[in-house]
């Protein structure tokens, strides 16, 4: 073996075999560990020299299967509390196989109209969905990081423009460094995204009343009265600690008195718009000059999937411009060539799982779920205050609750050891996984709730494991 054409009428089966494990795994999901400690282990099986003679397709591919699926933190099922993490819809994931299958490179439009057309279509309802205009200009990108970079890099080519420099001609030499001015909310990827633009990660100045990093916007209007020039304003619409969120409005009033750029990176928080109930929280969003946010997060599509949008649509044309080469067409408004607008060239087909996801479920599904992760975070909440071993460290935000273990009589020092304890031996139980954190010099747990599956019980059952993990350390 080792020839696949010689497999070629095996294609069909392969995928039968992975599509026929599918329906037992997902109904696993929701009992089964999130990390099994007995079948979790690195896959140390898949490893050896390079195959001289190939095992053929359905050998390679049932290897493949029986290992990662035990191997595989399961990660899409409900009591997956670490980082931000969502899992896929049934539609969407559905839609991500059928990407595959097709194998599309969206990109540039002559290579797939499909996949060009139906990102047109989901940026469209995407654009409804977080109720901003509809004459933004848009591009998907592969997550939040890169729609960071996507907005960021129009911010840096408009400032750059400010001094008379086309920066993605002749870059950013012989100009200052670009003032980029935030909260104490700025999330590590905007400060990576400035670091890949060659701006520099410690470009970014903080401008905090206390010491959880809530704005200080009166020092804010000082730094952008003292740059007293062109800058970039980064709002944070979710803190990953807490779930809060900088004045989204109020920064967007100083950004229109600068006459700065407003950038907002709402990867999570950007779906408080889908709610009455919440969309205060991302007032003024509809006025920031560019967005990112994420899919593969509260969408809960497959990875890799994120998304930005410009209030002025040429900005990414502009910052991205024309991959120029005779074999390269040239696109227009309707034969749009996405990859002029981001930072990829040949991309993944992911507006079909977002297409598939919006049409399956619409805005009162997303609105719907939204609302009921809104309220299990209240719940968490609830059941932390009645737990006299548990203590909030922060009022609930959107989707995230940050508290700890502690039970009396413990100075702090102890306290923050015993919960970074409790965060490690939480995650070798497997039963719920949530991630430490360090909030006003107190150690504690940030679970954030972003999946479709998650229901009461899950929540009830983090709180019960926690309590239980915790009063065997102490
Ligand atoms: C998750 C997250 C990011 C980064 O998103 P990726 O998809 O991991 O690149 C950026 N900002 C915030 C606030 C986030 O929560």
């Known amino acids: 073996m080792g020839d696949p054409r010689d497999d070629a009428d095996l294609a069909a089966e392969a995928l039968k075999v992975v599509a026929d494990a599918a329906g037992p795994y997902l109904a696993s999901l929701g009992d089964r560990l999130v990390q099994d400690p007995a079948t ?46 969502g899992g896929s819809t049934p539609a969407a994931q559905a839609a991500d196989w059928l990407t595959s299958l097709l194998d599309q490179v969206s990109g540039l439009w002559p290579a797939s ?37 996507t907005g960021l890099a129009a911010a840096r080519h408009w400032w750059a423009g400010r001094h008379g420099v086309d920066v993605s001609a002749d870059g950013l030499a012989g100009l200052p460094r670009m003032p980029v001015l935030s909260s104490g909310y700025v999330h590590p990827s905007s400060r990576k995204a400035l670091q890949i633009l060659g701006c520099g990660r410690d470009s970014v100045r903080v401008f905090a009343r206390d010491d959880a990093g809530r704005a200080d916007l009166a020092a804010l209007e000082a730094g952008l ?170 009022p609930p935000g959107l989707n995230v609750v940050c508290f700890r273990y502690r039970p009396d009589g413990l100075g702090e020092d102890r306290l923050n050891r015993l919960n970074a304890e409790l965060g490690e031996r939480l995650l070798a139980d497997g039963r719920v996984y949530a991630g430490t954190t360090t909030y006003r010099g107190r150690t504690g747990l940030r679970p954030a709730i972003v ?20 009063s065997g350390l102490v």
């Open 225 to 394: 009265a003292a740059v007293g020039g062109p800058a970039v304003l980064i709002a944070n619409a979710g803190e990953v600690n807490t779930g809060d969120f900088d004045p989204i409005a109020e920064f967007a009033d100083l950004a229109e008195s600068y006459g700065a750029w407003l950038h907002v990176d709402g990867a999570f928080g950007l779906f408080a718009a889908v709610s009455p109930r919440t969309a205060h929280l991302v007032r003024g969003v509809e006025r920031a000059d560019s967005v990112a946010a994420d899919a593969h997060k509260w969408l809960n599509v497959p990875y890799e999937s994120g998304f930005a949008f410009v209030r002025e649509a040429r900005r990414l044309a502009e910052a991205f411009g024309t991959l120029e080469a005779a074999y390269l067409p040239v696109g227009d408004e309707v034969r749009v060539n996405f990859n002029a607008l981001g930072p990829e060239s040949s991309r993944r087909a992911r507006a079909l799982p977002i297409w598939a996801t919006l049409r399956a479920y619409g805005r009162d599904g997303y609105r719907a779920m939204v609302e009921r992760h809104h309220d299990l975070a209240l719940l968490l909440a609830r059941l932390v205050d009645q737990a006299p071993d548990l203590e909030a460290l922060a």
């Open 113 to 149: 109209p499909l996949a060009t057309r139906v990102e047109d279509i989901a940026l469209a309802w995407l654009k409804e969905l977080f109720g901003l205009p509809a004459s933004h200009g848009g591009v998907l990108t592969p997550s939040a990081t890169l729609a960071n970079v």
């Open 40 to 85: 979790g282990t690195l896959p140390d099986e898949l490893d050896g020299p390079l195959p001289e003679r190939g095992d053929g397709t359905l050998a390679a591919v049932g290897e493949l299967l029986r290992v990662a699926t035990d191997a595989a933190t399961h990660s899409s099922g409900p009591r997956f509390f670490h980082f931000v993490v």
């Open 451 to 470: 999946n479709w599956r998650t229901g009461e019980a899950d929540i009830e059952l983090l709180v019960s494991v926690v309590r239980e993990i915790g």
